[in-house]
């Protein structure tokens, strides 16, 4: 650990109700001088957040990296679809995730096409999503602005709008990272994903050239390996990858090394440590498995999810409050697991 030093000085002085004792202050004085001592701080007690510490990440082979050019990894949560579970989108939140989760980066889930989204709702879904994105650069954290549909080539001008309007409004804070397209379904990478990921990037690089975008893969985020030979014409692009611990295995994590083998550079930016449903079995020889894989190749990673609702994917279990403070009783298994992966491996900034 690299250690900063400063010196610490106590300096105190005698006042004495005489003229003819300020020899002795004087002596006084130089003697607490004389005893100046060196103490040694940890480096981390210095730097106040997350985005202190990294400052504006870019992409450099297959690796996120930040100011200094170091690969990084970040650990953190997925909200809920904005329009189901937006009692979690507050400021309340963030900063509970920050400060007892460990959290260095939280994800906005802006639903879309699925009733109550972005199509029908535009004007309060964004305020949800603008709330958090608030919240998380006064926190000092990253924030992922994922546009979560599964048809999001079917909106290409809607997208187009949205992530225009994000990037002029907060493009210039290094805290931000865009995701395009949360969970593309069966569709060509070659004649559909990637002129529908084009066309937004495009977008978001008239306000904002730096921050770094997310593009979905086919198959549910799971096609990474097509991307090989045939990635976006951008310097700062990472690919989704998605999984569910119970379900997906060494054959999506081989996928995944292929992918990365030929310098595609990914971003997990959903996974569940249950079954692909959202509910069922949590495997937890395969959680570590992933986590082990993820840690190795320094993939950032976000859990799904911030919700409470009636499955083991959520982490907080029903009618726990959308203002944090909550206590163990109200954290599902699945949200103990991830908390504790946080904290023992995360660093704290408080």
Not at 30 to 57: A, F, N, W
Not at 134 to 157: K, N, R, T
Not at 189 to 205: A, D, F, N, Q
């Amino acid at each position: 650990m690299k250690l900063v030093k400063f010196v610490f000085t106590l300096v105190f002085i005698v006042f004495i109700g005489c003229s003819s004792k300020s020899d002795e202050v004087s002596e006084a004085k130089e003697k607490i001088e004389s005893q100046k001592e060196e103490v040694e701080v940890p480096e981390e007690t210095i730097i106040g957040t997350v985005v202190e510490k990294h400052g504006q990440l870019s992409v450099e082979g297959n690796h996120m990296v930040d100011k200094d050019r170091n690969p990084v990894q970040l650990r953190g949560m997925s909200l809920f679809w904005s329009q189901w579970m937006g009692q979690y989108y507050t400021k309340e939140t963030v900063k509970w995730l920050k400060e007892d989760w460990n959290v260095t980066i939280i994800r906005v889930a802006m639903g879309v096409e699925d009733d109550g989204g972005y199509l029908t709702n535009g004007a309060s879904e964004k305020a949800k999503v603008f709330e958090v994105i608030d919240a998380a650069i006064e926190e000092g954290i990253y924030v992922l602005v994922d546009w979560h549909s599964h048809h999001a080539e079917d909106y290409v001008g809607e997208a187009k709008i949205f992530f225009a309007e994000v990037a002029e409004k907060y493009g210039e804070y290094p805290n931000l990272i865009y995701e395009t397209y949360n969970e593309p379904l069966d569709v060509s990478w070659e004649g559909v994903l990637k002129p529908y990921h084009e066309e937004v990037v495009t977008e978001i690089r008239k306000y904002d050239p730096d921050n770094i975008v997310v593009c979905g893969t086919r198959n549910w985020s799971q096609g990474v390996s097509e991307v090989i030979g045939n990635k976006l014409n951008d310097p700062n692009i990472i690919y989704t990858l998605h999984y569910y611990a119970s379900t997906h295995k060494e054959d999506l994590r081989n996928a995944a090394q292929t992918a990365l083998d030929n310098d595609v550079p990914l971003f997990v930016t959903e996974y569940g440590v249950t079954e692909y449903t959202g509910d069922g079995a949590i495997d937890i020889t395969s959680v570590e498995e992933w986590w082990t894989f993820l840690d190795a190749n320094d993939i950032s990673w976000c859990n799904w999810s911030v919700a409470d609702k009636e499955e083991n994917s959520a982490a907080l279990k029903p009618g726990a409050s959308g203002l944090g403070g909550w206590q163990e009783s109200e954290i599902t298994q699945s949200g103990q697991m991830v908390k504790d992966e946080m904290l023992e491996k995360n660093q704290s900034f408080k």
